[in-house]
């Protein structure tokens, strides 16, 4: 299986702030990743798609970027509802596998 | 637009049988070459993809449990369904049921369902 490692684990910051979350694969997964946003005692929501792919209707303030075994999201200036566990995901080989999560904490 | 909704009991006894269905509504589960998949989260841990089953009823399983599940299609109740067998406390997790897409060879989920919490427990 593709273990993927997301750092930090945690991290706090203030709102208008910018943070990058970093997703190292195991193995090369070309552009293969998917970014999600968890709020607590919510379902996980699809943010990126393909790497880079911002879903309709997600705020421009998010943005991916990556390749190979490299990927980070970035969330340009924090908003209040921002503060969640961002989890990535790759499906590059099956089982489909998921980063432990980046718990995001207002600061 | 597509919402799902998992349902079935919270609590399961050791080495019972786990089932758990989740309901499509705003679409149909046998258009759109989606496919349909079941996540869970185990306690205060991350995601584990289970499986899925695509629209023909083809389907793909996480090695890992491949051996005691089974996910099905019902199209006439726009429902799919997760049998988890010989369930242990290590099976306690809030089950997801998701909607797979892809381009090309990228998969990802969305939309989800709201998530159920199932206990194994005697």
């Known amino acids: 299986d593709i273990q993927m490692t997301q750092s930090p684990s945690s991290l706090s910051a203030s709102v208008g702030h910018r943070v990058t979350i970093t997703c190292r694969p195991s193995?090369?997964?070309?552009?293969?990743l998917n970014w999600y946003q968890q709020r607590p005692g919510k379902a996980p929501k699809l943010l990126i798609y393909?790497?880079?792919n911002l879903l309709s209707g997600v705020p421009s303030r998010f943005s991916g970027s990556g390749s190979g075994t490299d990927f980070t999201l970035t969330i340009s200036s924090l908003q209040p509802e921002d503060f969640a566990t961002y989890y990535c995901?790759?499906?590059?080989?099956?089982?489909?596998?998921f980063g432990q999560g980046t718990k995001l904490e207002i600061k | 637009q597509v919402q799902l909704q998992e349902s079935g009991p919270g609590l399961v006894k050791p080495s019972q049988t786990l089932s758990l269905t989740c309901t499509v509504s705003?679409?149909?589960?046998?258009?759109?070459?989606?496919?349909w998949t079941w996540i869970r989260q185990l306690p205060g841990k991350g995601l584990e993809w289970i499986g899925y089953?695509?629209?023909?009823?083809?389907?793909y399983y996480n090695p890992s449990l491949k051996s005691r599940i089974t996910i099905s299609l019902d199209t006439s109740k726009n429902h799919f369904s997760l049998k988890l067998y010989s369930v242990t406390a290590a099976d306690t997790a809030v089950y997801y049921c998701?909607?797979?897409?892809?381009?090309?060879?990228?998969?990802?989920?969305?939309?989800w369902g709201q998530g159920a919490l199932v206990t194994v427990s005697s």
């Open positions: 995901q790759q499906s590059y080989n099956t089982p489909y596998t």
């Open positions: 998701a909607r797979g897409d892809n381009i090309g060879h990228n998969n990802w989920f969305d939309p």
């Open positions: 089953i695509y629209q023909t009823g083809s389907t």
């Open positions: 393909a790497a880079s």
């Open positions: 193995q090369s997964i070309s552009s293969y």
């Open positions: 705003g679409g149909s589960i046998s258009s759109g070459g989606y496919y």
